[in-house]
Nanobody, 123 residues
Framework: QVQLVESGGGLVQAGGSLRLSCAAS????????MAWFRQAPGKEREFVAA????????TYADSVKGRFTISRDKSKNTVYLQMNSLKPEDTAVYYC????????????????WGQGTQVTVSS
């Protein structure tokens, strides 16, 4: 059974930093892309960043480029999202996702999802 378990969310002031973690288990993800999406109240789920498990190539939404960094640790089967220079508009529930690739920015490309972790940025 595939499980993606997020952690690391919380409350932070604008300009601060947080690191989210996504622990993956239950299958081999070597051919998969791993991604972070977020959803704010009343808004659609939004792509944040993605990484190829095998090559490490990354893709970012324009809104987070230069501020967020996605990475993975193969030995721990864990994906990270380092978030710096946080803004109030980054407030959302952040979800980890895993899928066979394709359109990385599209939520429908992902087969597995975590339960989400809340990130709140105060002004």
């Amino acid at each position: 059974q595939v499980q993606l378990v997020e952690s690391g969310g919380g409350l932070v002031q604008a300009g601060g930093s947080l690191r989210l973690s996504c622990a993956a288990s239950g299958r081999t993800f070597s051919s998969y892309a791993m991604a972070w999406f977020r959803q704010a109240p009343g808004k659609e789920r939004e792509f944040v960043a993605a990484i190829s498990w095998s090559s490490g190539s990354t893709t970012y939404a324009d809104s987070v480029k230069g501020r967020f960094t996605i990475s993975r640790d193969k030995s721990k089967n864990t994906v990270y999202l380092q978030m710096n220079s946080l803004k109030p508009e980054d407030t959302a529930v952040y979800y980890c996702a895993a899928g066979p690739g394709g359109r990385r920015w599209f939520w429908g490309s992902y087969d597995y999802w975590g339960q989400g972790t809340q990130v709140t940025v105060s002004s």
